[in-house]
């Protein structure tokens, strides 16, 4: 019963609209998301770490460089990919 008065309390409150309310979810949603990504990021970041070594690129013997280094290895073939997929 309480919440249906706090509830219709809130709905005839005039300086509170349905676009604050929304404004709020999307705020507290984004906050939410920023804090995920930045927990991820803060994982990643250690696990990387030259201590740690577990998230290292793997290299053969004789290998300088990335393996994902593809726009350096074949630069036409990526442009036209870039081409084609924008028209």
């Avoid at 300086?15 to 995920?36: I, K, P, V, Y």
């Avoid at 994982?43 to 201590?51: G, K, N, P, Q, W």
Wanted: aromatic share 2%; charged share 30%.
């Amino acid at each position: 019963m309480r919440a249906a008065r706090a509830a219709a309390a809130e709905a005839l409150d005039p300086g509170r609209s349905q676009r604050d309310r929304h404004a709020e979810f999307m705020a507290a949603l984004a906050d939410h998301c920023a804090s995920t990504l930045d927990a991820i990021a803060t994982e990643i970041r250690h696990l990387a770490r030259t201590e740690v070594r577990e998230v290292q690129e793997p290299f053969a013997a004789g290998q300088k460089g990335s393996q994902r280094d593809a726009p350096q290895a074949e630069p036409r073939r990526v442009r036209a990919r870039h081409a084609a997929s924008r028209a």
